[in-house]
């Protein structure tokens, strides 16, 4: 068995290279489960291994030449008769160059990247596009992914294995989408990753506020994907995002792990490197739009925004507004209504975002949304309506499952209660 400092090493190895690990070998053997079969197993022969003689110079190419090897022995051993799949050892054998290295950035990047493509196939349902995309693209095990999403283990598990079945039954092929089929496809990758992200930076449950873990995933996967694709301005766009968006992630928790809303932060809390990351990105987002911003570029705008104001009371509301109103034409949506509904308050007063916010009340995809009542209930407080606003803070209590957004509710409502009364 091997010691706790050589798994730890080995699963740093696996973390970083799984991917392009299982991407290579997805081509090889033309299907994604026996694929991440055979890295595992070269994964368990490295602990073994590296245990006795040590981590090698290139984990990542020591890795990969074990993998090969391992396939050409699963492809003859499937069907030693059978032409396709002698075919197929063959290619395996010529297929991948002896140094891993130079063959990085062709071989494996072109792999990596239908990699992408098949995890978030739109054949596969929301929940298990972002289960195997983790699992595959992320290097995360079942249990880390159950942890993450505060779902039961064996529930990601039949997702990851019903994904898998289904890109299997519907014969999805491991390639990339014809150019024609690309925007469609490309909106289903980028999707899946913002939403790993969302989670991370704000998880719907559990005792965190945050959860950065997911959130680096996220960007690992982002920065993969622009570089993979460097001409795709919405790429670029929610890499400048994430960046942006990640820049607050220290300023964002409390001593005590407490929430600290955005207009709340210490900004030198900041990390300006992601900052500078962020609107970098950005430029290279602008730089390539070819008709209109995207959703992705308006929101990555509306970040910029923010990091550029020095102070909360410097923030550009009213451009703001203007691009949550472009967003919503883009991409309508009752949470961008919502949000939309904050920046009008901010910029034009709480009246404007109470009307915007009650055309959406009703809405059946906010019903259990616990920041539609949370929204609601600091307009009405600051129209002086405090007793609708504690009856509002009451159903976002509710609704939430975040026990940091709890805390933060139940003290905005003592905040209620205290102006209620009478002085």
């Not at 950035?105 to 289960?131: I, K, N, Q, T």
């Not at 930076?201 to 994907?225: F, N, Q, V």
């Not at 990640?246 to 600290?260: D, I, L, N, T, W």
């Not at 950005?282 to 550029?308: D, F, K, M, N, S």
Request: proline share 5%; hydrophobic share 45%.
């Amino acid at each position: 068995m091997a010691s706790p400092e050589t798994k730890r090493a080995a699963e740093a190895v696996w973390r970083i290279e799984s991917a392009k690990l299982i991407a290579v070998l997805a081509r090889l053997v033309r299907d994604v489960d026996l694929a991440e079969e055979i890295a595992q197993d070269a994964f368990l022969d490295a602990l073994e291994r590296w245990e006795e003689s040590g981590i090698p110079q290139n984990p990542g190419a020591w890795l990969m030449t074990a993998a090969k090897h391992r396939a050409i022995d699963v492809l003859r051993r499937l069907r030693r008769g059978e032409k396709k799949h002698d075919e197929l050892a063959h290619e395996a054998e010529t297929s991948v160059p002896a140094d891993f290295d130079e063959a990085l950035d062709d071989v494996v990047g072109d792999d990596l990247l239908r990699l992408v493509f098949v995890a978030c196939h739109p054949v596969l349902s929301r929940e298990s596009r972002v289960a195997l995309t983790l699992r595959l693209l992320g290097g995360l095990t079942t249990d880390e992914i159950a942890r993450a999403f505060l779902a039961p283990e064996p529930t990601i598990a039949q997702r990851i294995t019903r994904a898998k079945k289904t890109l299997a039954e519907k014969n999805v092929p491991f390639e990339l989408p014809k150019p024609e089929d690309l925007t469609a496809r490309l909106e289903s990758v980028l999707e899946v990753i913002y939403l790993v992200f969302n989670e991370g930076y704000s998880a719907t449950a559990g005792e965190d506020w945050i959860r950065p873990s997911l959130c680096e995933d996220a960007l690992r996967l982002g920065r993969i994907l622009a570089q993979l694709l460097p001409g795709e301005s919405e790429i670029h766009a929610l890499v400048s995002l994430m960046e942006i968006q990640a820049s607050r992630m220290r300023a964002r928790v409390g001593p005590k792990g407490e929430a600290v809303l955005l207009l709340d932060q210490d900004r030198s809390r900041w990390d300006t490197l992601l900052v500078r990351r962020g609107l970098d990105a950005l430029v290279r987002a602008e730089e390539l739009v070819r008709t209109r911003p995207g959703p992705y570029l308006l929101q990555a705008a509306i970040a910029a925004c923010h990091a550029r104001a020095r102070t909360a009371a410097d923030t550009d509301w009213a451009r703001i507004a203007a691009l949550y109103d472009a967003l919503a034409q883009t991409s309508p949506s009752p949470i961008v209504e919502l949000n939309r509904a904050v920046a009008h308050a901010l910029a034009f007063g709480p009246a404007a975002g109470l009307a915007i916010v009650d055309v959406v009340a009703n809405d059946e995809a906010l019903r259990d949304y616990p920041f539609l009542p949370s929204v609601r209930a600091d307009f009405l407080a600051k129209l002086g309506r405090f007793a609708e606003a504690r009856a509002e803070i009451a159903r976002a209590l509710s609704l939430t499952k975040n026990a940091r957004e709890r805390e933060l509710l139940l003290e905005r409502d003592a905040a209620y209660a205290r102006s209620e009364r009478p002085s």
